[in-house]
């Protein structure tokens, strides 16, 4: 899906090899060829790229199992779908000045109701995730980017569907393990319909959608 040109996946591979991250893994299902016919290996955009390719839907954290082998030091995992241009050195050091073992980049939605909400305390520790929430409890969503340990996958059940916010997050707050989140710097947008996709393509054209330059 293209914006500005370029596919959503590649404004994402930019902005992790701006960050120094080469090694990427890609989870494919729907059409995987248009995919790996346009990417290749990662050599033309500066990367290595994994291909898992997920026969049966398992859920963003189930995808993320299938790729154990590949997760095995702190990784960034973004969802597909989110156009972003944050400054992920600022989750990246959050997330290690906390020890944390999952750290989240928030937004801010008009419409909470079709997001999963993050209340933080005042050292942005997560005390309360609910996807999709019925009763106002704020807008800060989740933007579908995170900073993780490989020791969150082992809490994630082997071929059966898993889900990062239905699933995993609140099974981490539950075991009281450390879970952080802050408001992402930056550009941020969920394009999962035609009205926002439409959206990005007029920010895209609006100069909007600008990456923080790392550090």
């Known amino acids: 899906v293209p914006v500005g040109g370029r596919p959503v996946l590649q404004h994402l591979i930019e902005l992790l090899r701006q960050h120094g991250i080469v090694d990427v893994a890609i989870n494919l299902h729907y059409r995987p060829e248009a995919i790996v016919d346009y990417f290749g290996d990662g050599g033309d ?44 050195d600022e989750l990246l050091d959050l997330h290690r000045r906390c020890s944390a073992e999952a750290t989240l980049a928030l937004y801010r939605v008009p419409d909470p109701g079709r ?30 980017v995170y900073v993780l340990e490989p020791s969150v996958l082992d809490l994630v059940p082997p071929g059966g569907a898993y889900d990062f916010g239905h699933d995993l997050f609140p099974d981490l707050l539950a075991q009281g393990r450390r879970m952080f989140a802050r408001l992402g710097s930056g550009y941020i947008l969920d394009i999962g319909s035609m009205e926002r996709y439409e959206q990005a393509q007029a920010d895209y054209a609006a100069g909007l959608i600008r990456r923080p330059v790392a550090a």
């Open 115 to 144: 997001c999963g909400i993050v209340e933080t305390a005042a050292d942005g520790r997560v005390v309360r995730f609910v996807e999709k929430p019925a009763f106002d409890m704020g807008n800060l969503a989740n933007a579908g």
């Open 45 to 88: 955009f500066g990367v290595r790229i994994t291909y898992s390719h997920e026969e049966r839907l398992l859920g963003s954290a189930g995808a993320a199992k299938r790729l154990q082998p590949f997760l095995d030091e702190t990784f960034v995992a973004i969802y597909g779908d989110v156009l972003c241009a944050l400054d992920l």
